[in-house]
């Protein structure tokens, strides 16, 4: 079976602060895909970043970066000097080859908050 | 449209009533998704197209459930009698190539409300 553990429901900070926000995933597939959403107040899914299993190599992108660990099952989001902006509920999600790669299992989300 | 438009955005209904959503994908997408969202939770698959047919269907939750996508393009989830459980926001997705492994893109959603 395939799960994504999103231990954080909320996180608050203050504009500027750097925050992490942390995900556990269960799979097993030997090849999936990790994926970061993120989702605003006005509710669409706003693709992050897509991840293979085969690529454990960190990615940045701007004010956010992704750290990619097999060895913990672990695919942590960074958000650097965060803005009023990034306030959403950001979500991880899995697909795998066995039960589809057309299908997106997603953790419960983590609302960020980021006040002036 | 630029982006998968979906109708429409807010319905209430009653408990036991007849209900359809509706999902315009991106122009040239074969591939469309419908995921449910209820409160506090993360999406959960409902069912995969592929062209027009369903190629995975094995996240609708019972038989009240159905989806259509008759020339592969617009889709249409209906749900029949209606239950309170089916309060949620139904959300659509779209991709240019087959799987999730691809970048998707999702609309806005339908927040669907039984009374």
């Known amino acids: 079976a395939q799960k994504v553990t999103q231990a954080q429901t909320e996180i608050s900070v203050v504009e500027k602060e750097d925050v992490t926000l942390d995900c556990v995933y269960e799979?097993?597939?030997?090849?999936?895909?990790l994926f970061w959403y993120k989702q605003p107040p006005s509710g669409e899914l706003v693709f992050l970043i897509r991840?293979?299993?085969?690529?454990?190599q960190n990615e940045i992108s701007g004010r956010y970066s992704w750290n990619f660990q097999k060895s913990t099952s672990s695919f942590n989001f960074t958000i650097t000097a965060s803005q009023v902006v990034d306030s959403a509920v950001y979500f991880c999600?899995?697909?795998?080859?066995?039960?589809?790669?057309?299908?997106?299992?997603f953790g419960t989300g983590t609302r960020l908050l980021v006040s002036p | 449209g630029a982006g998968v438009s979906q109708t429409p955005s807010n319905k209430v209904t009653e408990k036991g009533k007849y209900v359809e959503l509706r999902c315009d994908p991106i122009?040239?997408?074969?591939?469309l998704y419908w995921y449910r969202q209820s409160l506090g939770q993360g999406p959960e698959f409902l069912i995969y197209?592929?062209?027009?047919?369903?190629?995975?269907d094995s996240g609708l939750p019972n038989d009240r459930f159905f989806a259509v996508r008759p020339e592969g393009s617009v889709s249409t989830l209906k749900i029949q009698r209606t239950e309170r459980g089916d309060s949620a926001v139904y959300l659509c997705?779209?991709?240019?190539?087959?799987?999730?492994?691809?970048?998707?893109?999702f609309g806005q959603g339908t927040r669907l409300t039984v009374v």
């Open positions: 997705a779209s991709s240019e190539r087959q799987g999730m492994n691809t970048e998707a893109f």
């Open positions: 799979t097993r597939d030997t090849t999936y895909y």
């Open positions: 991840r293979n299993s085969f690529d454990e």
């Open positions: 999600a899995l697909s795998g080859m066995n039960t589809g790669f057309q299908k997106l299992v």
């Open positions: 122009s040239g997408h074969t591939a």
């Open positions: 197209f592929q062209g027009t047919g369903a190629a995975d």
